[in-house]
């Protein structure tokens, strides 16, 4: 899987599944009672109704069709499924941390965003995508929780050396206009390659690192309903 680095930003965290229950603590057998779970990691679940909705969002967003190929859909679907399924996994993981986003960081990066928007326009993004903002905030608060367990599992892992660096520049900066370069002060750059190869050296252990929370952690697929998603 490709890992969405840039989580903050609006628009990964509209599109990305609807996990709706990671911070209520909810169980299949309580508020999902007449729901068919279609996946469930511990007491953490998705419903069929959960990931049709998350679907239809993401259709929206990518411009997938109904009348696309069907192996195309089910490829979408599929992507989807194991994308939430990682997220599932990485809530509960949070929890056995007991690694939590408080309000105060909660607060902050929503201000962070929306500084990056003009007056009114973040609203008006969300009207646009049908998204309402109760629901965006969950989606960032996971997102934010989700940077935290990585940044706890896996950055403090990822050591970059001399050599890292060295190599990095002469691979994506000793092409470029060095004029250009030298506009920039070498603290900046070197900077820069470092937080490049710390997020890329990280992306490459997180496979790993997921695979063995997968197999630590049991993960209760639908086959039923699953098949019936995708032959629809």
Partial sequence: MAVKWNWCRMM?????G????LFGGCSDTDTNRGKKVLIQVEDVVVTVSDFTQAFEILK?????????DNGA???????????MTEEMLLAVRARELDIQITDAELEAAVANIKADYPEGEFEGVLLEYAVPYRFW??????????????AHELEGQVAITPEDIAAYYQA??????????AEQENDDLEALMVQQLRREKTETAYGAWIQRL??????DINEQEWERLVSS
């Fill in 214 to 219: 997968k197999e630590s952690h049991p993960i």
């Fill in 172 to 181: 994506h900066y000793a092409g470029q206009d060095q004029e250009a370069l």
């Fill in 12 to 16: 990964p965290i509209i599109v990305i």
């Fill in 18 to 21: 609807v996990v709706l229950c």
């Fill in 137 to 150: 905030l969950k989606r960032l608060k996971l997102r934010l929780l989700m940077d935290k367990v990585i």
């Fill in 60 to 68: 929206a967003d990518s411009q997938i069709d109904d009348a696309d």
């Fill in 73 to 83: 859909l089910v490829e979408a679907r599929l992507a989807l499924l194991n994308q």
